[in-house]
């Protein structure tokens, strides 16, 4: 069983820094591509950056510049940090995981709970 808990959502002032984390947790045998995705209220769940298990990052246009990811494979581990953020960031923001967990088992998607962040203007 694999688990995914995201952690560093708050409210925050327009112009202000976050930065959230998830933790990748249980039997897990090697991890892929790690990822941060949103959610706004009405609106579907747009991508906001992946990264490679060799740390190859991919960011949105609308964050690039503001938000950066990074991970620590030894923690199962990845990071958002946040700067410069704006009202329309207001969103659950969803940890993503390609995660394998044993050598004979297809790689499997895992999701987190999420974490709410909410920019105040």
């Known amino acids: 069983q694999v688990q995914l808990v995201e952690s560093g959502g708050g409210l925050v002032q327009a112009g202000g820094s976050l930065r959230v984390s998830c933790v990748a947790s249980?039997?897990?045998?090697?991890?892929?591509?790690m990822g941060w995705y949103r959610q706004a209220p009405g609106k579907q769940r747009e991508l906001v950056a992946t990264?490679?298990?060799?740390?190859?990052?991919n960011h949105a246009d609308s964050v690039k510049g503001r938000f950066t990811i990074s991970r620590d494979n030894a923690k199962n581990t990845v990071y958002l940090q946040m700067n410069s953020l704006k009202p329309e960031d207001t969103a659950v923001y969803y940890c993503?995981?390609?995660?394998?967990?044993?050598?004979?088992?297809?790689?499997?998607?895992?999701w987190g709970q999420g974490t709410q962040v909410t920019v105040s203007s």
């Open positions: 990264i490679t298990k060799r740390g190859s990052t």
């Open positions: 249980g039997s897990i045998l090697s991890i892929n591509d």
């Open positions: 993503n995981a390609e995660i394998y967990t044993s050598p004979w088992s297809p790689m499997g998607q895992y």
